[in-house]
């Protein structure tokens, strides 16, 4: 989660808001542990053990995520049919359909699942033996697969997910409220609600099919099937953009921040109980933490930015958020940052304001999520600014987070100065001055697996590009973004690849500058 942004995630409190009005800093604490959670299934043998043949590793080999994905496949999509029930004694029901291609040839492969019981496994249509080890499914179909193929497994589960506890990040994932669930995932949380590939370079196309009890929604990533009053946001296929309209509650349309309705589920009965289905569509790649299927009681409103596109914004009705200012701020902070950073990368942008105790937010794709601690207008900045670095431009590595949190950190100091507060120059000078050793003892561009979500790769990220501002201009600067964006889109990424998308565009030779900004301890010179 750290893409909470700004928000940190520590224990406990962790420490409030980082936004330009002023903000604790990010605390470096623990050690990080694979987000993977006790317990699961005992295997009759270690993973592989009884399976001939080439098997695809088991881990991503990311070293800040140890054990986090999978290898020898490529996800294409993911299509989860869940059932959520928050107050039953087994809160999900799904099916997980996975369609993926073979990057070598299979004669088993895994999926990173925690916990969660698994009925069924089919490969292909024929049925597939499993083994559970570790946050780990092992899967082996009934005839290798050959390198190059598509292939589609299917898996049949259900449980209670547990939310991650981890020492440094605090609480994350799947996490009850009041009135539902709130569902926030980096960086291994996927596993605990979905059979993945879960780390973010292996990014996919997602398809939800969600049923939750009557009187609930669920808000997912994407764009919904419908809106109440028939139709789709935009009036057209998903994701087609929507030309403003008067718009009146309840019905879809409705010009930026007008009022507009919920998603509109079908209602059916499950037994005694009336539940509704609700579907949503993803149409960009989507790394698997960045996916959501929050729960609860919401309102809403949808309407559009003004080059077209879709927002639909949520919140909870006992926060303390104005969903009308909300949602305003998300159809302004979508439509000036497609200005400065390149068109919108998605087919819709918004929010969702839960009741969750949580002390942090997250750049969910399409659609971030924040708890009940209140929303500023630099949290939206940050976390909608994470849509373009981040979510549509992805790691692939974690070492490389700054990438994501150094960048949304300086578009928060960027509308913080739009916004009244202080200009990014004076935000650069009040931390060059009194940043402190650990500011400065943490290298941003690879601060280790505990360090992943120190306030360095915030502030030090940040200031990593400011620093990069000054020395080409701004003219060139935000070239370079949008170069970055429009280049980089629906793809993975890394530091390197940026200093040369940053060479390349403004000209100049920066490798001392981002040496001595990224990778050395202590404050460089000025």
């Known amino acids: 989660m ?47 053990a009884a399976a001939t043949g080439p098997a695809g590793p088991t881990s991503a080999g990311d070293p800040y995520v140890p054990g986090d994905g999978n290898g020898g496949y490529d996800v294409q999509h993911y299509g989860l049919k869940l059932t959520i029930m928050p107050d039953a004694a087994e809160q999900l029901s799904g099916t997980a359909t996975i369609t993926a291609k073979a990057t070598a040839r299979l004669a088993r492969f895994n999926l990173d699942l925690t916990d969660l019981k698994v009925a069924e496994v089919t490969v292909n249509g024929a049925p597939a033996r499993t083994q559970r080890a570790q946050g780990e499914l092992e899967i082996t179909p009934a005839e290798p697969l050959e390198k190059g193929a598509e292939f589609t497994a299917v898996v049949a589960y259900s449980g209670t997910p547990e939310p ?80 403003p309209d008067p718009g009146t509650p309840g019905t879809p349309g409705g010009t930026p921040g007008e009022p507009g309705g919920a998603p509109g589920p079908a209602v059916s009965p499950i037994g005694a109980r009336a539940t509704t289905t609700s579907k949503w569509h993803v149409a960009n790649p989507m790394a698997t933490y960045l996916a959501t299927v929050t729960v609860g009681e919401f309102a809403f409103r949808n309407g559009t930015t003004a080059s077209g596109v879709p927002v639909i914004s949520a919140a909870d009705p006992s926060s303390s958020t104005s969903l009308d200012g909300f949602h305003r701020e998300n ?34 794709q399409t659609r971030p999520v924040y708890g009940s601690y209140g929303v500023t207008p630099t949290l939206i900045a940050h976390e909608l600014a994470h849509q373009w670095f981040g979510d549509s431009v992805s790691v692939t590595r974690w070492k490389d987070i ?62 990593t590009l400011h620093a990069l501002r000054t020395e ?39 490798d001392s500058l981002f040496r001595a900004w990224l990778y050395e301890r202590g404050r460089p010179p000025r």
Not at 168 to 177: A, F, K, S
Not at 336 to 350: D, H, I, Q, T
């Open 472 to 510: 080409v201009g701004d003219a060139a600067f935000f070239e370079i973004l949008k170069t970055w964006t429009k280049e980089k889109k629906n793809t993975n990424a890394t530091t390197p690849q940026f200093v040369e998308t940053a060479e390349r565009v403004s000209g100049k030779r920066l």
């Open 2 to 48: 750290a893409g909470h942004d700004r928000s940190p995630r520590r224990p406990g409190a962790r420490a409030a808001l980082r936004g330009v009005a002023g903000v604790a800093a990010l605390a470096a604490a623990g050690t990080l542990t694979a987000c993977q959670l006790p317990g699961g299934d005992a295997p009759e043998r270690a993973p592989g």
């Open 331 to 364: 159809i302004r902070v979508t439509e000036e940052f497609s200005k400065l950073f390149g068109p919108y990368p998605f087919a819709s942008s918004g929010g969702i304001v839960d009741n969750a105790a949580v002390g942090f937010a997250l750049e969910t």
């Open 164 to 243: 991650v506890n981890d020492p440094v990040l605090g609480t994350y994932g799947w996490i009850r409220t009041p009135d539902g669930v709130f569902v926030a995932c980096q960086p291994s949380g996927a596993q605990t609600w979905f059979p993945s590939n879960d780390h973010p370079s292996d990014k996919a196309l997602f398809d939800f099919e969600i049923t939750v009890p009557a009187g609930l929604t669920a808000v997912a990533n994407g764009t919904p099937e419908s809106l109440p009053g028939g139709g789709s946001p935009g009036g057209g296929p998903p994701g087609a953009p929507q030309e």
């Open 402 to 463: 700054w990438l994501n949190e150094g960048f949304a950190s300086y578009a928060e100091w960027i509308w913080g100065e739009r916004s009244g507060g202080p200009a990014p120059q004076e935000q650069f000078d009040r931390l060059y001055e009194t940043g402190g050793d650990e500011l400065w003892d943490v290298p941003p561009g690879d601060p280790g697996r505990k360090d992943m979500f120190h306030r360095s790769v915030y502030d030090r990220g940040a200031m």
